[in-house]
């Protein structure tokens, strides 16, 4: 009866694609357009906090030791932004959620520039705060992409919504120069002008998600599961089994992109300024951090079609060895040789992607659209803290000892994580679930 009840409150714009499938096929279509145009201006957005985020924190602190501060705080932002907008789009929508999320981003970035021209460290720290609202909204922007696909289509709706964040993520680091000359010109420091960047990009990305994701996607998601659910006389025992499945299904998840999650941003954090110790100009870390955030992105697309096929856990193991590679090269790297580093930045995005890609199909699966947003928030929660602690223990790190043995660290965080997921593999259950 409550079902029942449930489904003749859905307004009419809503049931009219419960009833009709080839109007849910089109607004599965529309919806990836619209969350990928707001992927490029977000990854754009993005850029900003990892390419010069740590360089204007040496500048303004004086030294090394904070330098992975910029990132943990706006990590640390981005987990606070990710259980608001988790809980926001699950009871009013993905458009609403998202927007505001971005909207925010973009409020932190102006935030940054300010204190910037001002030399105020404490609105620096606000700022950066602030700004990790852009970020946990950029990732979360890909579960949009999901909702209305059927199980065989998850990762790969999720990474064609990431492979878009490419073209902003990576024309961002390219453009230090321009914006900080942009920045300049108007008597800005310079490392400030890509978060005039951000800002703009940002704005751009909430805009378009606020105006044109309707129907939302998750609304229209959760009145279908209504629909099935009324009709579907599942016994309890099925319930229960399914219950335990979703758990085993978001614990797995949630761990291979915590774990990816750390490690990536530890050494990439730290990446620029040990550049910049060996002589490396801004243009040569835009460059590498360019081929860094490409690699986190542009895969994306191959990545879904693989772990839609060959399965989720096959391909969280693939994150786990890759970024083995990543942290055994970073670590070995000539301090002169752009090509190294370029190749194990390249690998730590590849890792990166692989795990993310793999994570979210694992969530996705192990949820419902009653239970969906608000999983995924709080998995995002999770996973921006790890980045956090990775971000402030990095600097840390390497001013105790060597960003050598920062990378090493990683490689070995990154292997971890493997025997688990080989483990869970042979559970049937697990299985059952993830593929």
Same mark, same amino acid.
């Given at each position: 009866?409550?079902?029942?009840?449930?489904?003749?409150?859905?307004?009419?714009?809503?049931?009219?694609?419960?009833?009709?499938?080839?109007?849910?096929?089109k607004?599965?279509?529309?919806?990836?357009?619209?969350?990928?145009?707001?992927?490029?201006?977000?990854?754009?957005?993005?850029?900003?906090?990892?390419?010069?985020?740590?360089?204007l924190?040496?500048?303004?602190?004086?030294?090394?030791?904070?330098?992975?501060?910029?990132?943990?705080?706006?990590?640390?932002?981005?987990?606070?932004?990710?259980?608001?907008?988790?809980?926001?789009?699950?009871?009013?929508?993905?458009?609403?959620?998202?927007?505001?999320?971005?909207?925010?981003?973009?409020? +932190?970035?102006?935030?940054?520039?300010? @204190? #910037?021209?001002?030399?105020?460290? *404490?609105? &620096? $720290? /606000?700022? !950066?705060?602030?700004?990790?609202?852009?970020?946990?909204?950029?990732?979360?922007?890909?579960?949009?992409?999901?909702?209305?696909?059927?199980?065989?289509?998850?990762?790969?709706?999720?990474?064609?919504?990431?492979?878009?964040t490419?073209?902003?993520?990576v024309?961002?680091?390219?453009?230090?120069?321009?914006?900080?000359?942009?920045?300049?010109?108007?008597?800005?420091?310079?490392?400030? +002008?890509?978060?005039?960047?951000?800002? @703009? #990009?940002?704005?751009?990305?909430? *805009?378009? &998600? $606020? /105006?044109? !994701?309707?129907?939302?996607?998750?609304?229209?998601?959760?009145?279908?599961?209504?629909?099935?659910?009324?009709?579907?006389?599942?016994?309890?025992?099925?319930?229960?089994?399914?219950?335990?499945?979703?758990?085993?299904?978001?614990?797995?998840?949630?761990?291979?992109?915590?774990?990816?999650?750390?490690?990536m941003?530890?050494?990439?954090?730290?990446?620029?300024?040990?550049?910049?110790?060996?002589?490396?100009?801004?243009?040569?870390?835009?460059?590498?951090?360019?081929?860094?955030?490409?690699?986190?992105? !542009?895969?994306?697309?191959?990545?879904?079609?693989?772990?839609?096929?060959?399965?989720?856990?096959?391909?969280?193991?693939?994150?786990?060895?890759?970024?083995?590679?990543?942290?055994?090269?970073?670590?070995?790297?000539?301090?002169?040789?752009?090509?190294?580093?370029?190749?194990?930045?390249s690998?730590?995005?590849?890792?990166?992607?692989?795990?993310?890609?793999?994570?979210?199909?694992?969530?996705?699966?192990?949820?419902?659209?009653?239970?969906?947003?608000?999983v995924q928030?709080?998995?995002?929660?999770?996973?921006?803290?790890?980045?956090?602690s990775?971000?402030?223990?990095?600097?840390?790190?390497?001013?105790?000892?060597s960003?050598?043995?920062?990378?090493?660290?990683?490689?070995?965080?990154?292997?971890?994580?493997?025997?688990?997921?080989?483990?869970?593999?042979?559970?049937?259950?697990?299985?059952?679930?993830?593929?």
């Amino acid at each position: 009866m409550t079902l029942n009840k449930d489904l003749k409150k859905l307004p009419a714009s809503i049931q009219g694609y419960v009833d009709s499938p080839e109007k849910h096929r089109k607004l599965y279509r529309r919806t990836l357009t619209i969350v990928i145009i707001s992927q490029i201006f977000g990854g754009a957005g993005l850029a900003a906090g990892i390419t010069v985020g740590a360089l204007l924190a040496q500048e303004m602190l004086g030294t090394d030791n904070f330098t992975g501060v910029p990132t943990a705080l706006f990590t640390l932002g981005s987990a606070a932004a990710a259980f608001l907008v988790g809980r926001l789009s699950q009871r009013y929508g993905r458009n609403l959620g998202l927007g505001l999320g971005f909207l925010a981003g973009s409020i +932190g970035a102006i935030g940054v520039v300010l @204190a #910037a021209m001002t030399n105020s460290l *404490i609105l &620096l $720290l /606000i700022s !950066l705060l602030v700004y990790g609202g852009g970020t946990a909204t950029n990732l979360q922007a890909r579960y949009a992409g999901t909702d209305l696909a059927n199980s065989k289509q998850r990762a790969t709706a999720a990474s064609t919504a990431m492979v878009f964040t490419t073209f902003g993520a990576v024309a961002g680091p390219n453009l230090v120069n321009v914006t900080g000359d942009f920045a300049l010109s108007l008597g800005i420091p310079s490392l400030a +002008g890509p978060f005039l960047l951000a800002a @703009a #990009a940002y704005a751009l990305a909430g *805009i378009v &998600l $606020l /105006i044109f !994701l309707r129907p939302d996607p998750l609304l229209v998601a959760n009145a279908i599961a209504l629909q099935r659910k009324a009709d579907d006389n599942a016994s309890s025992s099925k319930e229960i089994v399914n219950t335990r499945a979703e758990k085993r299904g978001i614990t797995l998840g949630a761990m291979v992109m915590i774990s990816t999650q750390i490690v990536m941003v530890a050494i990439m954090t730290m990446t620029p300024v040990h550049m910049r110790h060996h002589g490396h100009g801004l243009s040569e870390v835009g460059l590498v951090i360019g081929f860094h955030v490409g690699s986190m992105y !542009l895969p994306s697309l191959i990545t879904g079609i693989l772990v839609d096929k060959i399965g989720r856990t096959a391909m969280a193991v693939a994150s786990g060895v890759t970024l083995l590679l990543a942290g055994i090269v970073a670590a070995v790297a000539p301090t002169d040789s752009m090509i190294v580093l370029i190749v194990a930045l390249s690998l730590l995005g590849l890792g990166w992607n692989f795990g993310l890609i793999s994570g979210t199909a694992l969530i996705v699966d192990a949820t419902t659209p009653a239970n969906r947003a608000k999983v995924q928030g709080s998995v995002d929660v999770l996973i921006a803290l790890a980045g956090a602690s990775g971000g402030a223990l990095s600097g840390m790190v390497v001013a105790q000892s060597s960003y050598a043995t920062l990378s090493v660290s990683g490689s070995i965080l990154s292997l971890i994580l493997i025997p688990v997921i080989l483990w869970r593999r042979h559970d049937k259950s697990e299985n059952q679930v993830s593929l």
